[in-house]
């Protein structure tokens, strides 16, 4: 049997996050660098090892926090940890496994004999086993063994592992997060780019797919080529913030990220953690926010991961109503255990403390917040009211939001939810859940089915283009035509525009058009920035070659122009989420399929007339109603010849007329340019 060990006191507690002083990094690197090479120790009788005196991280306090749940820097505690103990380099070793009876790390240092280096069981009830071993450093790879009260032994990796191996491989690896970052003026005017009332334009990537090597087609990238490539490019392209498909460690790549085992392991499929560092650093140093993927709402059934971890169910839920997800054969977390709901938010806090990320998009809330999602009559059962909500994850929700705000005050959590739900994107104290943003799937699945639609039929469906504005302000919406839009035989969203080609590429143009002028902030797959003609698929680069075409050209260059257009006009992205942003001219002219609105700011010189005409019928003499008498020009038409358009466009100053149209006093005549959006401003 293990020993019960004293614990010792460390620095802090966690409850807030350390300051980390220079002189402290200097230490810390130091005894990291004595590390970096391990030595290869033999394999030592476990009594001899057990008379090495004992070392922990964990304080009384530490220890009273993660039992209540709110412990939200465990990855300072659990895991494995180099550190100096008595004059000796070496590595800590805990982890969280309370129906063990006895745990030990297995590794190549020891020949992966599971009796040479065990662990001791903390006194205290808290399940965590802990150790420190001599002349263990950085680069070791390593496994616990576990063998359970039910009686199975067990082999698993290490929940808090800073590095994993690259898949299929499935040990954990002696890391650190050590990074000297050069990103100080971002995040010290981070604020400012992460505003609600400033322009949010992101471009979401797959990492693994956004380009290959030509030569070596079957070779990813690194985080540190990719930051010589993908960050000119965002750039370029004029987005403000770059979303990262999920990049924490998962075995099973065609799940795109998000079958989870490594949640606090950036994938080595692309380098280590200093490399991802560095990619995050120069997208910070050329004024772009990074927001990454985070799923907190599954995960996979992996033997080696968290499911069944010390032969019991200790991170999904027991009762498989709630423990097992139908749709994607994995398991769901136990969001009413403390244990495991400071096991999440500690990992979200890791990735905004340690990575800089300026922000998490959630995925799949809306499987956390109900408890018949995709289960049939008999597969659930009620809350204590009687209801479908899962009352445990919307309490672990609105805590993970509170948790993160409370932390970092500049970031955004944005979430993927896409039903009815009340106050997603509202503060706690009012009664939400807490998000800063939620996607606007609504918006997405109507433009899209729109936009499906022959030309000539969409006078009969003029209310999918206009219903949106009914809800537009409930929450604080993003707009996404996101990567599950390009998939499973939806086709690109080139294709998916009717038409012959002019059409296609001009309906596009169209429908970016109106996306960028549609109140909220704005999210844009890749590939799409450029009409690929293909779906996306997870194992090829997107088709860079056909940017070279000029249609395709016209559809980058159309996005480039929109970016720049969207962060250079207040009426924009001052108001955004307020009414106060929006007004209709005309919503209702489903006969010639045109409407008309304006976006307002916080001036009133600010002010944009946007025309969108949904046919590719070009009209001269078109009336318009403007917010106010002046003098009109034309900042935008996506039908420049530029764009690949027919170049109808409005190319002189029109001066209002006192003519009362669309309820207004005064109205100037434009020339309606075909399957466009036109954009004015007062000068």
Known sequence: MAKKIATTQPESAAAKPAKTTKAKIVKETEIVKKAAKP?????????????????????DFDIALFQSGKHYKLYE?????????????????????????????????NGWN???????????????????IPDVGVGEVYKYFISSNTGEDLEKSDPFALRWEIPPLTGSIVADTFYEWKDSNWMANRYQHNALDKPYSVYEVHLGSWARDFEQPDVFYSYEQLADMLVPYVKYMGFTHVEFMPIAEHPYYPSWGYQVS????????????QQLMLLIERFHQEGIGVIMDWVPSHFPGDAMALYNFDGTHLYEHADMRKGFHPDWK?????????EVRAFLISNAIFWLDRYHVDGLR???????????????????????????????????????????????????????????????????????????????????????????????NRKYHHNQLTFSLIYAFTENFMLPFSHDEVVYGKGSMLRKMPGDEWQQFANLRLVYSYMFMHPGAKLLFMGAEFGQ????????????????YPNHKGISETIRALNQLYKSEPALYEKAFSPEGFEWIDGGNADDSVVVFARKGHDAKNDLLVVLNMTPVSRTNFR????????????????????????????????????????RNNSINITLSPLAASVFKRV
């Open 39 to 59: 030595k290869v120790v033999k394999a030592q009788p476990v009594e001899e090892y057990k008379a090495v005196i004992p070392y922990s991280r964990f304080s």
């Open 77 to 109: 505690k659990l895991g494995s940890h180099v550190v100096e103990h008595n004059g000796v380099v070496g590595t800590y070793f805990a982890v969280w496994a309370p129906n063990a009876k006895y745990v030990a790390v297995i590794a190549n240092f």
């Open 114 to 132: 599971r009796g040479s280096h065990s662990l001791y069981i903390r006194w205290d009830g808290s399940g965590i086993w802990e150790g420190f």
């Open 262 to 273: 490594g949640y606090f392991a950036a994938s080595s499929r692309y380098g280590t953690p």
């Open 330 to 338: 994995s398991y769901i977390f136990n969001y009413g255990r403390n």
């Open 362 to 456: 959630v995925d799949a809330v809306a499987s956390m917040l109900y408890l018949d999602y995709s289960r049939k009559e008999g597969e659930w059962e009620p809350n204590i009211y009687g209801g479908n909500e899962n009352l445990e994850a919307v309490s672990f929700l609105k805590e993970f939001n509170e948790a993160c705000y409370s932390h970092f005050p500049d970031i955004q959590t944005i979430a993927e939810e896409s039903t009815s739900f009340t106050g997603v994107s509202r503060p706690v104290f009012l009664g939400g859940l807490g998000f800063g943003m939620k996607w606007m799937m609504g918006w997405m699945h109507d433009t899209i089915k729109y936009f499906q639609e022959d030309p000539i």
């Open 533 to 548: 003609g293909v779906e996306w698929n997870y194992q090829d680069a997107l088709q860079w070659h056909v940017t070279e």
């Open 624 to 663: 318009v109603g403007v917010p106010a008498a002046g003098n009109w020009k034309e900042i935008f038409n996506s039908d420049k010849q530029e764009y690949w358009g027919a170049g109808i466009t409005n190319k002189s100053t029109l001066t209002s007329e006192a003519v009362s149209w669309h309820g």
